[in-house]
């Protein structure tokens, strides 16, 4: 188990949101989707251990980056 997985052990399946914002929504269940759409796609695209910079606005799309980084 790694930290995002940590993160989201209880809380992955709940449909409750984690994130609102001005034009924004999301529940768990979708940003642990997201995540795990981008740590995929990292690890075939890139691999393990390589360095990754994320530029980003603030936005929920630099969430799902930032801890499909991690994850």
């Given at each position: 188990?790694?930290?995002v997985?940590?993160?989201?052990?209880?809380?992955?399946?709940?449909?409750?949101?984690?994130?609102?914002?001005?034009?924004?929504?999301i529940?768990?269940?979708?940003?642990?989707q997201?995540i795990?759409?981008?740590a995929?796609?990292?690890?075939?695209e890139?691999?393990d251990?390589?360095?990754?910079?994320?530029?980003?606005?603030?936005?929920?799309?630099?969430?799902?980056?930032?801890?499909?980084?991690?994850?």
């Open positions: 188990m790694n930290f997985d940590y993160l989201f052990d209880t809380s992955k399946d709940s449909n409750k949101d984690v994130v609102a914002g001005n034009s924004e929504t529940s768990y269940q979708q940003l642990y997201q795990n759409r981008i995929c796609w990292l690890q075939q890139i691999g251990d390589e360095k990754i910079i994320l530029v980003s606005e603030n936005s929920v799309v630099f969430i799902f980056a930032y801890l499909g980084i991690i994850k």
